[in-house]
């Protein structure tokens, strides 16, 4: 079965740093897709950065950036000159086949991501 | 706005009440789903609806009676609650593969006195 870790429930970054959050995954598949989403307090759950499996280059947006490494099924995300507004809960995503004929949805338990003025 | 709302945003039952919590989308996303968030817990796929059919029920209980009348709505019919299903229920859309992601609403947080 496929599974989604994110080992550090909270991290926190001084405004303007870097601040890299991990997330491993498993899966026996070779397409399949994955996600960055961000949940602030609003609660409504933002997509940030998406990432093809087959594709090696890593995603990036604008300061929201990826260190995606298939073979040690890690997808990383890197936020350069964290802001006030990035604080955050991130959620690292997976979704691969389903018997069901939609792509299945595994969700990562979060990161809760403060940011210092 | 951000293309999914849900209403309503805050909700408090008691547990003999019946409810429904709603979920509409212009997106032209043919997939949606009902996912409940719990503190400290990973978010959990209650249901999913493809091309208006439901293609998953996760063993969730009865008292939660999902209805997918067109491709823009989701319902979510409550009854006889639990205090334990007190959380911020979460919809959500996309393309059927769902491949280039989700688009969530704001949630509803619902509270079971």
């Known amino acids: 079965a496929q599974t989604v870790t994110q080992s550090q429930p909270e991290m926190s970054v001084q405004e303007a740093e870097t601040v890299t959050l991990s997330c491993t995954y498993d899966?026996?598949?070779?397409?399949?897709?994955l996600f960055w989403y961000k949940q602030p307090p609003s609660r409504q759950m933002i997509l940030v950065i998406r990432?093809?499996?087959?594709?090696?280059q890593n995603a990036t947006e604008n300061r929201f950036s990826v260190n995606f490494q298939k073979a040690a099924k890690s997808f990383s995300l890197k936020i350069s000159d964290s802001q006030l507004g990035d604080a955050a809960m991130y959620f690292c995503?997976?979704?691969?086949?389903?018997?069901?004929?939609?792509?299945?949805?595994?969700f990562g338990t979060g990161t809760r991501l403060k940011v210092l003025a | 706005e951000t293309g999914v709302t849900q209403t309503p945003r805050h909700l408090v039952m008691g547990m003999t009440n019946k409810k429904s919590l709603k979920c509409e989308q212009h997106?032209?996303?043919?997939?949606m789903y009902w996912y409940k968030q719990s503190a400290k817990k990973p978010l959990e796929l209650m249901f999913v609806?493809?091309?208006?059919?439901?293609?998953e029920n996760n063993s969730v209980p009865s008292r939660f009676s999902p209805e997918c009348p067109n491709s823009s709505h989701l319902f979510l019919h409550l009854h006889t609650l639990q205090p334990e299903d007190s959380a911020l229920y979460l919809c959500?859309?996309?393309?059927?593969?769902?491949?280039?992601?989700?688009?969530f609403g704001s949630g509803t947080r619902l509270t079971v006195v």
């Open positions: 959500a859309s996309s393309q059927v593969t769902g491949n280039y992601g989700y688009t």
């Open positions: 899966t026996s598949e070779s397409d399949y897709y």
């Open positions: 990432q093809e499996a087959y594709k090696q």
């Open positions: 995503a997976y979704i691969g086949p389903s018997v069901s004929g939609t792509y299945k949805y595994i």
């Open positions: 997106l032209g996303h043919n997939a």
């Open positions: 609806y493809s091309l208006e059919e439901r293609v």
